[in-house]
């Protein structure tokens, strides 16, 4: 569990299998906590103050894929993938097979073996359509590969 240093009960003791280290966002603390790995609607991001940001009952799954924003899944199906923020704030919609964070924006792939790959920036805004076969981001440049060749987009 966790408790503040004035001795405040913020998560209670055993009710998760892990608690991560805090992450400060926009002026406040939040725990990501990690419930059974062998269950669905285990895990559950609580602020500072003891109050549930993420309830269990969201997502089905959650993972960390950097310091501010989760891959989540809603239901049974955790091959739909979307990103929300640690203050529960939703990204990218459920419809993703694999979605990562990448170098400050989000990739995103809607076909099997990483194929059509896309990008958006961090609020969710699409900055490459998902038809790529490999993205790239390098010198203010996305460099995009397609199944047939190579190509360099410059975004504003």
């Known amino acids: 569990g966790i408790y503040s240093e004035i001795g405040k009960e913020i998560i209670k ?10 992450v400060y966002y926009k002026g406040k603390l939040y725990f990501f906590c990690n419930g059974d790995f062998d269950y669905p609607y285990t895990d ?14 969201r997502y089905s799954t959650m993972s960390r894929i ?3 924003y989760i891959s989540f899944s809603k239901n049974e199906n955790i091959s739909n993938k ?11 919609p459920p419809v993703f097979n694999d979605v990562s ?3 400050g924006f989000l990739e995103a792939c809607k076909g099997w073996f990483s194929s ?9 805004n699409l900055l490459i359509p998902c038809i790529y076969s490999d993205i790239k981001y390098e010198s203010g440049s996305f460099w ?10 410059h975004l504003k």
């Open 66 to 68: 950097s310091q501010r």
């Open 116 to 124: 059509d790959r896309g990008a958006y920036d961090l609020d969710g």
């Open 44 to 57: 559950a991001v609580y602020d500072y103050d003891g109050n549930i940001v993420i309830p269990q009952s």
């Open 82 to 92: 979307g990103v929300c923020r640690i203050d529960g704030k939703e990204i990218l």
């Open 13 to 22: 003791p055993d009710k998760f299998f892990h608690i991560n280290a805090p």
């Open 101 to 103: 964070y990448e170098d």
């Open 144 to 153: 995009v590969k397609s199944y047939s060749n190579e190509s360099n987009i």
